[in-house]
């Protein structure tokens, strides 16, 4: 089995399992993960933190909820339990994004084994400190099973769950204003995607796209997306053709360098996937990527997934003169940043015979 020290460049295309050590999170699944480059982290040049660090919020696995946030160092592969026991992290199946200008990870809604939650809440990665950002009335009704996308100083949902495998009676694209703390909905117009949860959302430049979920028994393939540059906002559908993927829920994503990259989740007969697809957004086409050991990571869903970018002159022990230590998610989007390796993370998850992952996988993704 392939495993990776993040020491070397790794191949395209090939499957690695990182080998950690430390405080390893327990089995779980319906967690959620965020990259963060090390300079963010300590104002100190510190090899502990050179290449930056992972961050897993919560989850839940048959036993227990977790109320946990794990860091997972990329330079040593050692985990470390940072925070234990925070009230508004007891949930799963919540969606998080990291939020540059404050230095800050931002999760909303998600459930417990009791309810459903809509509530904005903010983790200080500095000062380990928590802040609950919505106070009073919220629009938004408690969700599970969604996404959300950053783009700027705001945070875009669409959709989610309501119980068991029925979906909120709701198909609004939300937008959450970081800081002024409020809620608005978005005015698109045409015909929105059925309401659904388990979908993944992305975003590349100021494009967010939409692919699959389900509706109780229903299954979706669909893509759709949204060009927040147009003064008239709009839904725009993309036609299924013969090369598309299987319809999919729980399934997980990246974006990077005009391409969207999704990965397994619970395909629509009832099966865990293991397969990973690319939509090039320029060409608007799917190709299905043949990764050369895609057998040594199992086929799950409801897992933890995020994009790292680390520099190649690290990597090579080269100059780090060219590292770009405060881009924005958006940022790192662009094709611009050639000297950087775009990699996929993949946490955990379970398939559909009870098994519930603790394993870590790296899959490099970019072209250069």
């Known amino acids: 089995m392939s495993s990776y020290k993040f020491d070397n460049i790794p191949d395209r295309l090939e499957w690695s399992k ?15 993960a965020c990259f963060v480059l090390n300079a963010i982290l300590t104002s100190v040049r510190d090899d502990h933190y050179e290449r930056g660090c992972i961050y897993i919020l919560g989850g839940a696995n048959p036993s227990q909820c977790f109320a946990d946030i794990h860091m997972l160092t990329l330079s040593s592969l050692k985990w470390t339990k940072i925070i234990d026991n925070e009230e508004t992290l007891r949930k799963y199946e919540h969606s ?18 009791e309810k459903n939650f809509n509530d904005v809440n903010q983790f200080n990665i500095a000062q380990k400190a928590f802040q609950i950002l919505t106070v009073g009335s919220n ?4 969700r599970t099973h969604h996404t959300s996308v ?3 100083d705001s945070f ?3 959709s989610g769950g309501d119980k068991q495998s029925k979906a909120v009676c709701d198909s609004e694209l939300y937008r959450f204003d970081i800081e002024t703390r409020t809620w608005e909905t978005v005015q698109v117009h045409g015909i929105p995607p059925e309401q659904r949860h388990g979908h993944c959302m992305l975003a590349v430049n100021r494009t967010l796209y939409l692919h699959g979920g389900m509706d109780n028994r229903t299954f979706f393939k669909t893509l759709y997306s949204i060009d927040l540059e147009q003064q008239t906002l709009h839904w725009t559908e993309y036609k299924t053709e013969s090369n598309w993927p299987m319809a999919r829920a729980a ?8 391409r969207l990259y999704i990965f397994g989740g619970l395909g629509q007969g009832g099966q865990a996937l293991n397969d990973l697809w690319s939509w090039d957004c320029t060409t608007k086409q799917w190709t299905e990527l043949c990764c050369r050991n895609q057998s040594i990571i199992s086929p799950r869903l409801d897992f933890a997934c995020c994009l790292i970018q680390i520099d190649k002159s690290r990597l090579e022990q080269q100059s780090h003169e060219n590292y770009d230590e405060t881009s924005s998610s958006n940022d ?32 490099r993704i970019d072209e250069k």
């Open 139 to 142: 629009i938004v009704s408690p």
């Open 18 to 32: 990182l080998d950690c050590v430390g405080q390893i999170p327990i089995v779980r699944v319906g967690h959620s």
């Open 96 to 113: 998080t994004v990291y939020y540059p200008l404050k230095n800050s990870i931002i999760y909303f809604g998600g459930a417990n084994t």
């Open 251 to 258: 399934h997980g994503g990246v974006a990077w360098d005009e």
């Open 332 to 363: 790192c989007q662009k094709s611009v940043h050639k000297n950087l390796v775009a990699l996929m993370f993949i946490h955990g998850g379970t398939d559909t015979e009870g098994e519930v992952f603790d394993d870590c996988f790296i899959l």
């Open 150 to 152: 950053i783009i700027n």
């Open 156 to 158: 875009y949902i669409f």
